[in-house]
């Protein structure tokens, strides 16, 4: 199985902030990784796919960047709506396993 | 627009198995388009993936549950269903299904998730 880090597990910050977040997979995915958003008692949204495409409808806030092994998540001025828990999943192969998550918190 | 709603038992007592079902609504499980998928989530935990089926009855399951888990669909009713055996407390999570979109590689759209327990 893929295993998928990410750093940090949590983060405080404030509104208008720059925020990044971090995946490193075990091995080479090339670009196939995606970021998912999970607020509390709800499903998780998809952000990104392949790396850097941002899903219809997401705010152009939202970047991911990177391939290979490590990867970004970049949200360039925190929002009220985005206070959640991110998650990288990588789509190179099954099982479709996944980072164990950042929470993102208000400072 | 898809919706998926996943119903069944929110207790199930341990070595007993686990069983749910997900209605697909607004969409056909005979898609081409989508792999139907499970994945839970322990309370306070991160996501974990256990499978997807293609309506051809096509699986993948995750190695770790591989031996326990069973994924099928129900064409007639538009359904797929979940069976997990000999559950044990750390079973204990909310279960979800969802729709894998083959073309980008990701799970677009979700139920909302099933609480189930494993406790005596």
């Known amino acids: 199985d893929i295993q998928m880090t990410q750093s940090p597990s949590s983060l405080s910050a404030s509104m208008g902030d720059r925020v990044t977040i971090t995946c490193r997979a075990s091995q080479n995915i090339n670009r196939y990784l995606n970021w998912y958003q999970q607020k509390p008692g709800k499903a998780p949204k998809v952000l990104i796919y392949?790396?850097?495409s941002l899903v219809r409808g997401v705010p152009s806030r939202f970047s991911g960047s990177g391939s290979g092994t490590d990867f970004t998540l970049t949200i360039s001025s925190l929002q009220p709506e985005d206070f959640a828990t991110y998650y990288c999943?990588?789509?190179?192969?099954?099982?479709?396993?996944f980072g164990q998550g950042t929470k993102v918190d208000i400072k | 627009q898809v919706q998926l709603q996943e119903s069944g038992p929110g207790l199930v007592k341990p070595s007993q198995t686990l069983s749910l079902t997900c209605t697909v609504s607004g969409g056909s499980i005979t898609s081409d388009d989508y792999y139907f998928s499970w994945l839970r989530q322990p309370p306070g935990k991160g996501l974990e993936w256990i499978g997807y089926i293609y309506y051809s009855g096509t699986t993948y399951y995750n190695p770790s549950l591989n031996s326990r888990v069973t994924i099928s669909v129900d064409t007639s009713k538009n359904q797929l269903s979940l069976r997990l055996s000999s559950v044990t407390a750390a079973d204990t999570a909310v279960y979800y299904c969802?729709?894998?979109?083959?073309?980008?590689?990701?799970?677009?759209?979700w139920g909302q998730g099933t609480l189930v327990t494993v406790s005596a």
């Open positions: 969802a729709t894998w979109l083959l073309l980008h590689g990701y799970h677009d759209y």
């Open positions: 999943q990588q789509s190179y192969n099954t099982p479709r396993t």
């Open positions: 392949d790396a850097i």
